[in-house]
T-cell receptor, first 110, second 112 residues
């Protein structure tokens, strides 16, 4: 079965501390993974995708096929990073469908 | 550009009532989706469409119907609302293949 697991519902860190949001997936083929973010009172939006291997707002995510993980990392958390983060897996079978994890609420404290 | 627009944004229904959520996008996207968001469940796909006149079931389609009569619009219908359908509903659209979905602001539905 194709599944995305985000084990942490809430992650609280202090400003300036490193952040790691965990994401594990279950998929039999070659996965395409994404991180989406929802800031307070804003729309859910794409943060980054693994195929582009880019850093967005200081966040990076590396696909580890051996551990079936796609953890989101940032070396120094900022207050504006507080948001809900969703890991998502592109499903096979056409339609560009995404299956989402349950989300992790990141809270950056001063 | 407005992007993806959902109406209404809030609605309270009684059990057994019917209603339709409207999603409109102005980006000329082929694909459109309806998701529901529930606490602890993340986003779950209800139905989707890969083009005008086409619809397909997602992960949790029961109790919902959809139509895509025009490319820019995707309607989600509840024929007989149930309390289990209390949720926040999100519409999204995308170009084929990219994996980048553009979301609406959400519609909060409460069924009493």
């Amino acid at each position: 079965a194709q599944r995305v697991t985000q084990p942490e519902k809430l992650l609280s860190v202090f400003k300036g501390a490193p952040v790691e949001l965990k994401c594990n997936y279950s998929y039999s083929g070659s996965p395409e993974l994404f991180w989406y973010v929802q800031y307070s009172r804003q729309r859910l939006q794409l943060l980054l995708r693994h195929i582009s291997r880019e850093s967005i707002k200081g966040f990076t995510a590396d696909l580890n096929k051996g551990e079936t993980s796609f953890h989101l990392k940032k070396p120094f958390a900022q207050e504006e990073d507080s948001a809900m983060y969703y890991c998502a897996l592109l499903l096979t079978g056409g339609g560009n469908k995404l299956t989402f994890g349950t989300g992790t609420q990141l809270k950056v404290e001063l | 550009n407005a992007g993806v627009t959902q109406t209404p944004k809030f609605r309270v229904l009684k059990t057994g009532q019917s209603m339709t959520l409207l999603c409109a996008q102005d980006m000329n996207h082929e694909y459109m989706y309806w998701y529901r968001q529930d606490p602890g469940m993340g986003l779950r796909l209800i139905h989707y469409s890969v083009g005008e006149g086409t619809t397909a079931k997602g992960e949790v389609p029961d109790g919902y119907n959809v139509s895509r009569l025009k490319k820019q619009n995707f309607l989600l219908g509840l024929e007989s609302a149930a309390p289990s359908q209390t949720s926040v509903y999100f519409c999204a659209s995308s170009y084929p293949i990219t994996g980048e979905l553009f979301f609406g602001e959400g519609s909060r539905l409460t069924v009493l």
